[in-house]
C-alpha cells in the first residue's frame, strides 16, 4: 500500500516560484520508495489530467518533463525522505491547476508519461494570478 501526500500548494503571482513535495508513506511506501518512478500531473477545471514531469526508479536520476514546463520546472527524488520534489519557477496563470503526485513500481522517468500510474495523491491546488 502506497499513500502519497502532496503539499506546497498556493497562490503566487506570475512569474514567481513555489516547490510542491510529495512524501509517500504505508506499507510498501516508505520501505520501498526507491523502487517507484514518481511523477507530477496536473489537471485544470474542465480539462483532462495532464503529465507535468517525472523521475525514475532507483538510484536513477534521469528526469522527463513535458515541453510546457521544460525550462522552467524541475523534477527531483529523495529517497532517504521518502518524497519527490516540483520547482515551478516562472510560473504563468496558464500553469494553475490541482497538481498530482503519482507512484508506480519501477518505472522509469519516461514510462511514467506514458503508462497509467498505479498510485495517485490527494492533490494541492495552485493557482498563479496575472
Known amino acids: 500500500q502506497v499513500e502519497l501526500v502532496e503539499s506546497g500548494g498556493g497562490l503566487v503571482q506570475a512569474g514567481g516560484s513555489l516547490r510542491l513535495s510529495c512524501e509517500a508513506s504505508g506499507r510498501t511506501g516508505a520501505a520501498y520508495f526507491r523502487n517507484y518512478g514518481m511523477a507530477w500531473f496536473r489537471q485544470a477545471p474542465g480539462s483532462e489530467r495532464d503529465f507535468v514531469a517525472s523521475v525514475g526508479w532507483g538510484e536513477n536520476t534521469d528526469t522527463y518533463l513535458s515541453d510546457s514546463v521544460k525550462g522552467r520546472f524541475t523534477v527531483s527524488k529523495d529517497n532517504a525522505k521518502n518524497t519527490v520534489y516540483l520547482q515551478m519557477n516562472g510560473l504563468r496563470p496558464e500553469d494553475t491547476a490541482v497538481y498530482y503526485c503519482?507512484?508506480?513500481?519501477?518505472?522509469?522517468?519516461?514510462?511514467?508519461?506514458?503508462?497509467?500510474?498505479?498510485?495517485w495523491g490527494q492533490g494541492t491546488q495552485v493557482t498563479v494570478s496575472s
Open positions: 503519482a507512484a508506480t513500481p519501477m518505472a522509469s522517468a519516461q514510462a511514467m508519461g506514458t503508462v497509467t500510474p498505479s498510485y
